[in-house]
């Protein structure tokens, strides 16, 4: 009965795009499902496995404390970095040369490459050189990031705030930068208060660029891997080491290529999962319908 | 409820204004009588927002105080002045419900619940809302949400003056005229001063029951629509008021006649002569008193075209070298050549420097 004519020639419309796609993800990802399933000790020696390395991987204790402290990790770097960026986005200037003097500032740390952050900070941090090392210590507390677990945490918190924090403080004041006037003169006129206006108006209005803050800093966070390499290396002990991290020392360590690769896959499903899970509560957050109209203090 | 006085506003945005041309708002007395239905018609970038936030305290004029009834109230913040101002784009909290953000002005000012839930549901019906109240405001069209706008002045039972700064820009014009006839109603209602902030003639002759006309930072005219209409003061008004706007043509005049090119036209009043020294003078008639005429006593003119506008046309000619426009009924055979055209005498203004100048009329001398 389907008498359209068939023409399959649209599909060279979309061959470019899928050889550069399977060129650019595809093909590397097929490679580490490959490792993941197989046993391989060299060219045509591989053995199939299905999915034992995921098995091994699943109940690798080491990898259990890793996937926590990355949770850790991760959770404490967006409980502190987005409120600390929207507050800092709130008290910038908004007109005046004021404005390009505290963009540039806040722009710098987001310049410095990765691996230089953790040099910078492993010498501020020395205490026998460092500047907030010997300080710290001066002041009477004891500080050392090499060998107290905490101190190393504080250290690599610190790191991250100070380098990250700009970043959602820029977005945040794009946002805040993108409201009428006329939202500020409704709200006077309306007799709000401040604390109204931020929750009513600035608030729901940063909602876009917050989801993109929230995203960009969780995968960010998430797949750290330059800064505590370069800082601690991981340790003292295990207590720095993250994800990343292991799967590194895994992989090229230990050079566990199989359960490197399974252990990458699941890395991989799990930030695809969060990411998603992030952005639909933030685009649902506050935008149910309720069913009465009733009161509400 | 009271009567706004402005007493001497002027604004610059400016920290130290040099001259006349700095102010965007140049030095205006004016009393808004309460209750009244005012439109403030302006074209664009005349002052008229200015005006409006000044009123509304978001701006505090450099010059000048503003009295709500007795009391000044040039220093008090916007919240404690009791006016509503519904703004070009509907401003709504968009993590609210409908009924929250009527709400919101009683709630920050402390109102208590019972009160709050019978004004807000009053308001409600007037604004036919009531079934949207428990829906979130940003799911709404633009039209309800200029609604909300407005609902959130309407709820403070002791407003003093509802502001609106050309409030339906965003609205579909079918819309607009069911809103604008909403407007009046409530106005009739409640019987709060409204002004109204517009740059088109149609919503200002409309709405309200006096026009205050803005040029350059200025008031030029304030008066009934008809006033404006017929006896506009100023030669902007009358170009800024009808579609097309008045025909001002430069001339001479020598008691009762304006010397226009070639020809002299007998004018409906006596004035003093006023020659080419005179500064600018301007003869003024609108298209709607200028007629095609037979008789072979009309003035020449030359076609250059005829635009049908539906109701009547509109013919563009050439008179003494100069363009003029005059509305013809829809049936209205328009020559070619030969046209011949006539004047209404009684609706001939003549213009010094722009302003209107009053003559003394004909007939009483006659009589």
């Not at chain 1, 034992?52 to 259990?64: A, G, I, K, S, T």
């Not at chain 2, 829906?135 to 509802?162: E, H």
């Not at chain 2, 001479?252 to 004018?267: E, N």
Request: proline share 7%.
């Amino acid at each position: 009965m389907d008498t359209k004519p068939v023409n399959q020639r649209a599909w060279l419309m979309v061959a470019p795009v899928l050889v550069i796609v399977a060129f650019s993800a595809l093909i590397p990802l097929m490679t580490v499902v490959n490792y993941s399933v197989q046993d391989i000790f060299g060219p045509g020696e591989a053995y199939w496995v299905g999915v034992e390395w995921f098995q091994e991987v699943l109940r690798d204790r080491r990898l259990h404390d890793a996937l926590f402290r990355q949770f850790l990790f991760s959770g404490l770097v967006l409980l502190i970095e987005i409120p600390l960026g929207v507050a800092i986005a709130l008290a910038m200037p908004r007109s005046g040369w004021k404005v390009s003097l505290v963009l540039i500032v806040l722009a710098l740390p987001l310049l410095i490459p990765w691996n230089v952050i953790g040099t910078i900070w492993i010498i501020f941090t020395r205490p026998d050189i460092g500047l907030f090392g010997v300080a710290i210590n001066a002041a009477g507390l004891t500080f050392d990031h090499t060998a107290r677990p905490l101190d190393a945490w504080v250290t690599l918190m610190l790191m991250e705030v100070w380098h990250w924090t700009p970043l959602v403080a820029l977005l945040a004041y794009a946002g805040l930068k993108a409201i009428p006037p006329a939202y500020y003169q409704a709200a006077r006129i309306d007799g709000a208060g401040p604390w109204s206006v931020f929750w009513y108006i600035q608030l729901p209005k940063m909602r876009g660029v917050l989801t993109i803050a929230v995203l960009l800093r969780f995968m960010d966070s998430f797949l750290i891997y330059a800064e505590p390499f370069v800082l601690t290396g991981g340790g003292p002990g295990n207590t720095t080491t993250f994800l990343s991290i292991y799967l590194v020392k895994m992989a090229l360590g230990q050079f566990d290529l199989g359960p490197a690769a399974a252990f990458s896959i699941i890395y991989f499903l799990i930030v695809l999962l969060f990411s998603w899970v992030f952005y639909q509560a933030l685009q649902n957050v506050g935008r149910a319908d309720r069913a009465g109209g009733g009161p509400q203090g | 409820m009271a009567r706004i006085t402005l007493d001497g506003i002027a604004h610059s945005y400016l920290p130290r204004p040099r001259g006349p041309g700095d102010f965007a708002l140049k030095p205006l007395d004016h009393v808004w009588r309460d209750g009244g239905a005012y439109a403030l018609l302006g074209p664009s970038g005349c002052g008229k927002t200015t005006l409006l936030n000044i009123i509304s305290g978001l701006i505090a004029p450099s010059r000048g105080r503003v009295w709500f009834g007795e009391r000044d109230v040039t220093d008090l913040p916007t919240e404690q002045r009791n006016i509503a101002q519904v703004f070009q784009f509907p401003v709504i909290y968009d993590t609210m419900t409908v009924y929250d953000n009527l709400a919101f002005p009683l709630r920050n000012r402390g109102a208590s619940d019972a009160e709050l839930d019978a004004r807000v549901r009053e308001v409600a019906r007037v604004l036919d809302l009531t079934g949207s109240l428990g829906r979130r405001a940003r799911r709404l069209s633009a039209d309800a949400k200029q609604k909300i706008s407005l609902g959130r002045g309407l709820v403070r039972p002791d407003v003093n003056a509802i502001l609106f700064d050309e409030p339906l820009t965003v609205i579909d014009p079918q819309l607009k005229w069911e809103l604008r006839a909403q407007l009046k109603h409530l106005h009739k209602q409640f019987d709060f001063t409204m002004i109204y902030v517009t740059h088109d003639q149609t919503e200002a002759l409309t709405f309200a029951d006096a026009v205050v006309v803005m040029v350059d930072g200025e008031v030029v005219q304030m008066g009934t629509p008809e006033e404006l209409f017929e006896r506009p003061t100023h030669t902007f008004v009358g170009f800024f008021i009808g579609s097309p706007g008045m025909n001002i043509l430069p001339c001479t005049v020598t008691g009762a006649t304006a010397q226009v090119g070639a020809h002299a036209i007998p004018l409906p009043c006596r004035y003093p002569t006023l020659g080419a020294d005179a500064g600018r003078v301007e003869l003024g008639i609108r298209p709607e008193f200028v007629h095609l005429t037979d008789l072979p006593d009309g003035y020449p003119v030359v076609v250059r075209g005829v635009d049908d506008v539906g109701r009547h046309k509109v013919v563009k000619v050439t008179f003494a070298g100069q363009d003029l426009n005059l509305t013809a009924p829809e049936e209205t055979v328009v020559p070619a050549v030969g046209a011949r055209l006539s004047f209404e005498t009684a609706r001939l203004n003549i213009y010094r420097d722009g302003q209107l100048i009053a003559g003394t009329p004909i007939e009483r001398e006659a009589a």
